[in-house]
């Protein structure tokens, strides 16, 4: 069983609807001014986003509880998906955030960022 996680920009196109869960990363502090095009994936995009918010690592502590949770309910795949304006910061980091949460607790996991139109197999 995988969980399938997917950050996406809702500003390009509304999240897949067929996802079990929708985390808003809207809230996550936008590091566009400081960090410009560097995508979520970049380890300075990171360190702006968790020095601007330090809870932020909190929220997505408790997004891949919520994830871990129902991938133990589940006996199929699990769509999840992270959602910011334009799929190329906030969401991204999240996402990879959350997968290394979950990879560390066992968890098979395939990470695609659509807005980067990237995916890993």
Known sequence: MTVHLVSCGVSVAPPPVEAD????????????????DLPGTEPVTASVIETANPLVTDYLSAAA???QFLHELRSSDIL??????????????????????????????????????????
């Open 80 to 121: 999840v998906v992270f959602a910011c304006s334009a799929g190329w910061h906030r969401s991204v980091y999240a996402a990879e955030k959350v997968a290394g949460m979950l990879r560390d607790a066992g968890i098979q996991v395939r990470l695609a960022h659509r807005d980067l139109g990237t995916e890993e197999l």
């Open 65 to 67: 509880m919520s994830v």
């Open 21 to 36: 869960m929708v985390f808003d990363c809207l809230n996550i502090p936008d590091p566009s001014p400081v960090v410009h």
